[in-house]
C-alpha cells in the first residue's frame, strides 16, 4: 500500500524568509507520480506540479522550487522568498501508474502561515 | 486552469434530506473522482469512474452514491443525510492516461456540506 507522510503539521515563517516543506513517501511501484497542491482558506486544491519517478531532475517555477529523492523516498518543496498569499495548506500525493488505475494518495497536509 | 464546477458551494441541510452534489467537466476527462475531506484533515477517495457507466468505489467507505451517465457529468448523491456527513466534497477529473503516461488530477473549489 501507499503511503504520504508530511510530518509538519504546522509551519510559521516570517515574510520573505524561505520555507521548505518535507514529504516522504512510501510505494512498492517503479512507476508513480508525486504531486504537490496548495488549499488556501476557500478550500479548493491548486495543481502546482507532477513528477513521475523515473524524472529526478528538481525543478524551479519562479519562487517554488522541488527537491526529488529517490534514495530517500523525498519531495520536498521549498518557497523562496515567501509572501502572505504564500498562506495556505500544502498538500503532497502520490499515484502509482497501474494502467489507468491511478488514485492519488494524499498526505495529511502541512498548514503554511507567512507572517506580515 | 482547471475547467472543473460544483455546485452548491456551501448547503446547510436537516437530517434525513436528500441531497445531490453536481460536479461538471469541460476538458473532456474520462476519468472522474469525489474525495472527501474534514476540516483540516487529509483528503480520502470515496468515489472514481473511468468513463460512462462506469463508477466504483473509492478507499474510504461511504454512504453517498455516484452515476456517470455522461462523460462531463458526475453527481454525489446522499439519500439520507446524517451530522455524520458534514464535510467538504471535492470533485476531481483526469485525462485517461492508457499506459500512465500522464495524469494530473485537477480539482474543483468543493462543496461544503453540513448537516444539521
Known amino acids: 500500500a501507499q503511503k504520504v507522510t508530511q510530518a509538519q503539521t504546522e509551519i510559521s515563517v516570517v515574510e520573505k524568509e524561505d520555507v521548505t516543506l518535507d514529504c516522504v513517501y512510501e510505494?512498492?511501484?517503479?512507476?508513480?507520480?508525486l504531486f504537490w497542491y496548495k488549499q488556501p482558506p476557500s478550500g479548493e486544491l491548486v495543481f502546482l506540479i507532477r513528477?513521475?519517478?523515473?524524472?529526478?531532475q528538481n525543478e524551479i517555477s519562479g519562487r517554488y522550487s522541488w527537491n526529488f529523492q529517490k534514495s530517500t523516498s523525498s519531495f520536498n518543496f521549498t518557497i523562496t522568498a515567501s509572501q502572505v498569499v504564500d498562506s495556505a495548506v500544502y498538500f503532497c500525493a502520490l499515484s502509482e501508474a497501474n494502467f489507468g488505475n491511478e488514485k492519488l494518495t494524499f498526505g495529511t497536509g502541512t498548514r503554511l502561515t507567512i507572517i506580515p | 486552469e482547471a475547467d472543473i464546477y460544483q455546485t452548491p458551494r456551501y448547503l446547510v441541510i436537516g437530517t434525513g434530506k436528500k441531497i445531490t452534489l453536481e460536479c461538471s467537466q469541460t476538458?473532456?476527462?474520462?476519468?472522474m473522482y469525489w474525495y472527501q475531506q474534514d476540516p483540516g484533515m487529509e483528503l480520502h477517495l470515496i468515489h472514481y469512474?473511468?468513463?460512462?457507466?462506469?463508477?466504483e468505489k473509492g478507499d474510504l467507505s461511504s454512504e453517498s452514491t455516484v452515476s456517470r451517465i455522461r462523460t462531463e457529468h458526475f453527481p454525489l448523491t446522499l439519500e439520507s443525510a446524517r451530522p455524520s456527513h458534514t464535510s467538504q466534497y471535492l470533485c476531481?477529473?483526469?485525462?485517461?492516461?492508457?499506459?500512465?503516461?500522464?495524469?494530473?488530477?485537477?480539482f474543483g473549489e468543493g462543496s461544503w456540506l453540513t448537516v444539521v
Open positions: 510505494t512498492r511501484d517503479t512507476t508513480y507520480y
Open positions: 513528477r513521475n519517478s523515473f524524472d529526478e
Open positions: 476538458m473532456g476527462h474520462d476519468k
Open positions: 469512474s473511468y468513463g460512462v457507466n462506469s463508477t
Open positions: 476531481a477529473s483526469s485525462e485517461w492516461s492508457g499506459g500512465g503516461a500522464r495524469n494530473t488530477i485537477y
